[in-house]
Structure formats: C-alpha cells, structure tokens
C-alpha cells in the first residue's frame, strides 16, 4: 500500500475521532449492560475495552520513544511493509467480524471492570491523537517499532498506527455489538 | 438583525450550506491533531473547544444556538489544530466549506464588510478573555464572565465553566455561594 503520508494521517485521526465518539456513547450505559456477555466465551463491553487498554500500555509508550529518539523527518509518500500491511488489513473490521485468537497476555476475561475502564481508554485516545499529530513531521517509513505479540519483528511507524487503530475499531464494533447498541 | 443574523441570512440566501449535522450528547465534532476548515452555525445545542496538556483539559470558548464555531487556527491557515470541539448536549449543525465561505465573501463588499465586523468583535472579546486570564482573584474572574456572559452559567455544565474559569469546581461552588 501507497498513500500520502498526510491523507494517511488525517485518516487515522478521523477513526480515532469515530472510536472516541463511540466509546463516548458507551458510557451513557448502565455497569450491568457493560458487563453481560453476549455468551460465556465472548467478551462483554468493558472486556473489549480494556483489551484496547493492555494493547494501549504496550505501544504508546513505544510509538512515544521511538519518536523521542528520531531525528528522521517526514517524507510526502508512505509505502506499507509487507508484514506491517497484512497485520493491519487482518484488523479492520469486516462485514462479519471473524473470531480471531487473542494472547492470554492480552486476555482481559473475567476480570472485575468498572467505567474507569472507559475512562483510560478515552485518555489513551488523547495520547494517540498527540502522537498521530507530532508523526506529521517524523518518518513514517524509517522509524520502526516493535510489536506486542514477538520480539524478534519491527514494523514501519506508520504500520503501527494503522495496526493499533483498526484494532481498536475492530474491538469498538464487538463492544458495541455485546452492549446491544445500534451501529451508527 | 445583528451580524450573525444577517451573515446567515445571506448564507440562506446564497444556498451555501454543505450538510447538516447531529451530535448526541459528548460527542466530538472535531479532536486533536485533524484539520478542519470547515465553518459551522449552531442551530440547536451547545459546544465547547478545549485543549489538552499532558496534565489536564482547559476549556477556552463555548458556543451556543446561533453562534458560530470553527477550529480558527485550521479555518486561516488550513494546518491541524490541537483543538477539541465536543458538544456538550444533543447539538445541530450547518455546515459552510471554507472554498465556499471565501468565494461568497468576494462576491460581494457587503458580504466582506459583515465578515470584517464579525472578526473586529471576536478581537474584542479575545482582548476581553486575556484580561481574564490575567486576572489573578477567582473571585473578580468569576465576576467578569458572569457580567459578560450570564448566558453561560444557565447552558454549560458547572465543570466546564470552572476550566473557563480556570479554578476547581469546588472553588467555584464556594465563590457563587459567598
């Protein structure tokens, strides 16, 4: 994938908006709704969220050092790498979501959740939304992160974004879904 | 008709409205770090504007029914802006593209001369809001605002005011209990 590292940019920070507003109507609701599983083995609302939020404690710390420790600037074109482009596509949400496996690191069951799960998220946004916005004038090709689920790969910065952010949209819809609420 | 009144009924006029659009309750029309160049007038709601620092959100303009509102910075100079607009109660809006906005504004003078009254007034109040911020008792802050805009205080949640306010919600609470 080929994209103009500003309309790329602008897109993330739009989805982050769309994630941020859903998440805004997902607070209107009762604990109790947030808390039912749709069926034993799937995750409620607040599980789906704090998945986000262990996601969110692994890589905004690392996209922030990493953008600490560049002096790579801004180049007008982005040209996905090919692993950091087939994890990011695998994420988006489709039509049907499809079960994927998650990480028993990143396996929030069971736990006890209240709103503030919500609220962290709602504050990782804004630390997203910082960070999206400084990348403007940094590499998205040569800064390189690494990724939660192995030490041993890096990906392109701007493979990052879209990885964390298509998760979280992917996770956003299953949240919405469990809560019962109407998609917008 | 005051200026915005008559702004709008020019804009009607020329049939320059884009969209129109509905937020629900704490929803954002724009976030950190997006461009948006796009003008808005409130036809129903209220909306703030804030900023977020790594320690805290500080709320800077609210906008009301019939006001208009824009992220200014990205309006002028088409950049991203740091600003939050997020409605603070089921809020409905029109919409102006800022291509649209400026070619009505060179079609006619008067179209101009309105927009240039708009501006004088909102330097005016800008003036009036770092007075504000300079001035150091809550107390007078408070009255400040409160004699400039009561309208405020019946709209906006009591937090919100207190970031305008640039003093704790409990500080306030005291200060319109004195």
């Given at each position: 994938m080929k994209v103009n590292s500003s309309l790329l940019i602008d897109d993330l920070i739009e989805r982050t908006k769309e994630v941020i507003n859903q998440t805004e109507t997902l607070k209107e609701n009762s604990l109790e709704t947030l808390n039912k599983?749709?069926?034993?083995?799937s995750w409620s609302t607040l599980e789906c969220i704090e998945h986000l939020n262990y996601y969110g404690y692994f890589y905004l710390p690392e996209i922030k050092a990493r953008l600490n420790n560049s002096n790579k600037k801004a180049e007008a074109v982005f040209k996905s790498g090919i692993l950091g482009n087939y994890f990011a596509i695998s994420l988006l949400p489709k039509q049907k979501l499809n079960k994927m496996k998650t990480f028993k690191s990143m396996n929030p069951s069971n736990s006890k959740l209240n709103k503030e799960v919500l609220n962290t998220f709602l504050n990782q946004q804004q630390t997203l939304l910082k960070l999206l916005n400084k990348s403007r004038d940094y590499s998205l090709n040569k800064i390189k992160t690494s990724i939660s689920i192995t030490k041993l790969i890096k990906i392109k910065l701007g493979d990052t974004f879209r990885v964390v952010i298509y998760h979280n949209q992917r996770h956003l819809v299953q949240a919405l879904k469990a809560a019962k609420l109407n998609l917008p | 008709m005051n200026l915005i009144e008559t702004l709008t009924f020019r804009i009607n006029q020329a049939n320059l409205w884009k969209k129109e659009i509905t937020l629900k309750r704490?929803?954002?029309l724009k976030v950190e770090g997006s461009i948006d160049t796009n003008l808005y007038y409130v036809t129903e709601g209220a909306l703030r504007i804030f900023l977020v620092d790594e320690i805290e959100e500080h709320t800077i303009r609210f906008g009301y029914r019939n006001n208009f509102i824009a992220a200014l910075d990205s309006f002028i100079k088409d950049s991203p802006s740091p600003f939050y607009i997020q409605a603070l109660k089921k809020t409905n809006l029109k919409v102006i593209s800022k291509t649209d906005y400026i070619s009505f504004l060179k079609s006619n003078i008067e179209n101009l001369q309105l927009w240039d009254n708009l501006l004088q007034a909102l330097i005016l109040q800008q003036l009036e809001r770092e007075i504000d911020i300079l001035t150091s008792s809550p107390i007078e802050r408070y009255k400040r605002v409160l004699k400039r805009s009561p309208q405020l205080f019946q709209e906006i949640p009591h937090k919100h005011i207190a970031s305008y306010l640039r003093m704790t919600p409990e500080t306030l609470s005291r200060i319109k209990k004195s």
């Open positions: 599983k749709p069926n034993p083995n | 704490n929803e954002y």
